[in-house]
């Protein structure tokens, strides 16, 4: 019998490492709950069901919890406003899911989930929330041909449990470097610039990617830094963020210089740490802004990209760029602020000449293709309060029709569009 | 033998269900503190000692123990003002005290007590607290037919621990909105309008008011639901906010639409809840603001007194009022602030006829009369800054001096009239 | 065999009186690690050193361990910049080490301590750190001769763990009055006037100083009262804080009117503590700014030199001044800013002639003395940004220059002068 179980791929959970038990069951299923705690829930979703589909190994998978509405544990349960729910679904399916499902039915009327939302809702089946359920189900049924296809993606991020639970620990140069907040920050970039990615493990099959993104990667052992490296040496390009590489897999430092497992790779050699106190910033020649982290680091074949203009390490080297193999790998030494974080990704996209399906937006728009041998289907998704035009060509499912060359996204509102050719 | 101990009706002390308790003893007793981790602990003390009355069914009642000046277990124990003593102590009596009493006599020198005010500071008597505590007594002498007369009230506010104890619970839509914070914004705004209430129980016989207010009475059962809506049926006006009505005595919801228990009475049925994250405000179209909870509230039979211009749910309506048999019910569906509470207050008050025997303010004048059936007294508090003048005549016993129409009341003093007639 | 063992004599620690254990230790010897959680780490380093000499009863002493940077046991480990290791370790010296140790030598690679800095890192001999640590040996090796010399200080500040114990209890007027926080302020003030201080035991001989400081000596037991009391009478100048002298050494209070144990030293008697909430600011009729605490305080002898402008006492006194004996003591009843105390401290050590080596400063400036029957060693630390002249004539041994009569210091250097004619 094919089995299955719901994993908690969700901010704030990190007790076990799916990557080790993904392949023991037969269909990845997870659950997901929009944070509101988190500064932007919307991307974690984004962010959560790319992790998800990682595990899937890139096959579809089931989104087996999800709420119709508020929870009900959370400091302040926020309900969702009209077309959110069909919003997050379809992120759901853009993202490889294959079916969508919730928890409860029935809004229980005891106990502790009472105020956790449901199919019905304690006022009945005359209200808005049921309303956007059974349509929800009928556009479901109408992207019925999806199930099965793939997302397309030519980026990706390497994510690690075990880097997380090694990097967060208690005796660390600062608190304020958490895994899961660069993490986030370094796919809101890329998400920004309308970038689909994967999010995969360490020891990934990274070839067939054009760019691979590596954000605090404090622990990883030799074989997974060789397989990056390998990667950029056949003709990669990599962007590697700060505190990556430091130890091996038993948390021992890699001595002779940071970032020891990729000191070769990034052409640098960092003497010491330089952490900043929250609030301080710092700035660099580029314009850009920064905080957190400052590194004293030298050049060992790489290119300064950008220098501090002050801080503890005036005239160091903040952002770097090397030449390795075949391949190019950029080192970022410090928490660039949101802005000149996607600056760096963007000219690092474009040089690797990765897709971005979408236009850059501040994540109100998102556009992801799931594809097979013969079809594509194009999601855009609209969290914005204007219409958008996106060039697509083919049938639109949702409203059921024709679109030629363009389609028109009203506020709020989610497209599909089988694809005229495959992409 | 008659037997009373010592409650302690006060802020942050909860576990006792004391209109359990209440009938059981002969004498009602409380122990009150100012708490100056409140924002008004002033406020806080004449609710602590209306609600006191009302354990005590209206009877007289003894304030067991309070402090002259600082108490000790606070973060900043802050002393007393010069006048500060006295007026405590009496807007006690006048909300009903028969006795003043203190902890402690003698100022401990050891233990964790040691900084505790007391009668007798550790300084001795030739001290300005020891005046003060001198004074008061000869103060009180005069006031000693005052004993055994009851307050005079035609509003009533209803508060119910098992209320406080369900509602403020683990899993609920919103930690922000805390029973005890919510009960005294709306004593306050009464207090504001110069108002006496009563503090009951949710089965008190209500037909006694002209208003009833009712602050996030989530948990009540049939009967005493009954009790309000009965009361208003009866010609009643009722003032009824948000997340009030919600589950039974067994904290199971009442399902078909929030609030289960006011739903007919108020006219109105709430599908969804829609807290808001703190410091997020929302405008209505009386110009009041709010925040904290909002609802998806449909009108069935209540008119939209104001609606929300933004937030989640706008155009959808605030503030409703309903007629019920020959009264009124208000409801108000989000977290208005001081000023708009008050606004709606005002004109609740003035069309149910209540009595406002004081002028409006910002909390610094209390005027509250205790009478019985052959005299009345009208006790005021000026705790502000300047001298009042209030409508009386008769004898001020605290100056023993004649009263024709006028009296003046000095920046931070107490007067009591002997009133010519009984009120 | 001499015993030693290594002091935590340090920001957070407070476990044990070492004045206790000090005498039965051989030598006395210290940890110190900058803690950048204080609003100032480098001159709570100044008084750590200083406490540590009191412990050695002025003799010389050993830094046992200190970091060559960061440590990893804050939230946020910052490393010292370039000179900062020299300016730290010499900080010592010139308060009385005779030796500077580190922990650790070669950095760890694994275990909770491998973030913390050693003298060689993980990067190896190639860094600024490694170089640093080199040149602070060869530094160290041309004083040598400064081994045995003995600090120069004609002031003294009272330091008890006891009170420190006892003053920071629980059931306390105010828990924004924390004994370490006030001790910092007042060591702060003199420190910016360029006073060298000894901090010393409550019984220790005070007759040697010219001015004696008494911080929230909250707990003080009759003989160490008469002890300070006895010095003013013979002459001596004392500059006491409010919450001092409350309680005997059993933490009972002293009655007949606060600080009992100080009472007539001071001439004043205060009746009631008047604690403030945090932010509130009281004016004094001197210009001066405060805050925390005010004291309903009664001149008995003594003359007002402030008054209260407003707050809960205004017009009372906030700054006084007793002739007591042959001699002058000074009492502060509220939390003054730091401008404000440090003038209150100007006035003082100028009144009693006490010697400022140094010229006042932010706190960027430190000039000690060391000396022996023969021979006298002048250090000046530069913390600051420019260059500083400060008068010295003999031999430098950092650099091994002669001065005559001008030594300039640049910017983050430190200067040791073997003078030409001893202090």
């Given at each position: 019998m094919p089995v299955t179980t719901n994993f908690m791929v969700t901010a704030h959970i990190r007790n076990l490492d799916y990557w080790q038990w993904a392949p023991e069951?037969?269909?990845?299923?997870?659950?997901?709950?929009?944070?509101?705690?988190?500064?932007?829930?919307?991307?974690?979703?984004?962010f959560a069901a790319d992790l998800t589909r990682g595990l899937a190994g890139g096959a579809p998978w089931l989104l087996m919890e999800q709420a119709t509405g508020a929870v009900n544990w959370q400091p302040h349960n926020l309900a969702k406003a009209p077309g959110e729910l069909t919003r997050n679904s379809l992120t759901h399916v853009a993202r490889g899911a294959d079916a969508v499902c919730f928890f409860q039915w029935r809004a229980s009327l005891q106990g502790s989930?009472?105020?956790?939302?449901?199919?019905?809702?304690?006022?009945?089946?005359d209200t808005e929330l049921w309303r956007e359920v059974v349509a929800l189900g009928a556009t479901l049924d109408r992207l019925v041909d999806v199930a099965g296809t793939r997302v397309v993606a030519d980026a990706a991020i390497i994510f690690s449990w075990e880097a997380w639970w090694a990097g967060d620990g208690e005796?660390?140069?600062?608190?304020?470097v958490e895994y899961l907040g660069q993490m986030h920050a370094a796919y809101t970039a890329l998400h920004r610039l309308g970038v689909t990615v994967d999010v995969v493990a360490p020891?990934?099959?990274?070839?067939?990617?054009?760019l691979v993104v590596v954000p605090t990667l404090?622990?990883?052992?030799?074989?997974?830094?060789?397989?990056?490296?390998?990667?950029?040496?056949?003709?990669?390009?990599?962007?590697v963020t700060f505190f990556?590489?430091?130890v091996d897999e038993d948390d021992r430092v890699r001595p002779g210089g940071y970032p020891g497992a990729f000191r070769e790779l990034l052409g640098i050699r960092v003497e010491e740490f330089s952490p900043l106190l929250p609030g301080r910033q710092v700035g660099l020649d580029s314009?850009?802004?920064a905080g957190l982290w400052t590194e004293?680091?030298?050049?060992?074949?790489?290119?300064?990209?950008?220098?501090?203009?002050?801080?503890?390490?005036?005239?160091?080297?903040?952002?770097?760029?090397?030449?390795?193999?075949?391949?190019?790998?950029?080192?970022?030494?410090?928490a660039l602020d949101s802005d000149a974080l996607r600056e760096v990704m963007r000219t690092a996209t474009q040089a690797a000449h990765v897709t971005a399906l979408g236009p850059e937006s501040d994540g109100s728009i998102e556009v992801v293709r799931r594809a097979d041998a013969t079809h594509s289907y194009l999601f855009i998704i609209n969290h914005g309060h204007s219409t958008i035009e996106i060039a697509a060509s083919g049938r639109e499912l949702v409203t059921d029709v024709a679109v030629d060359r363009i389609v028109r996204v009203p506020a709020g509102a989610v497209r599909v569009i089988r694809e005229d050719t495959a992409a």
């Open positions: 069951v037969d269909v990845i299923a997870n659950d997901h709950y929009l944070d509101h705690r988190l500064g932007d829930p919307v991307t974690e979703l984004s989930e009472k105020f956790h939302s449901a199919l019905v809702p304690h006022a009945g089946t005796s660390r140069p600062s608190h304020s020891d990934a099959d990274l070839g067939r990617y054009r404090y622990l990883v052992n030799d074989a997974d830094a060789a397989n990056l490296s390998d990667y950029v040496a056949n003709g990669g390009h990599a962007v990556s590489g430091i314009g850009a802004a004293r680091l030298h050049l060992d074949g790489a290119t300064a990209v950008a220098r501090y203009l002050d801080g503890p390490l005036p005239g160091f080297p903040a952002i770097t760029r090397n030449s390795f193999g075949r391949g190019t790998a950029w080192y970022l030494a410090t």
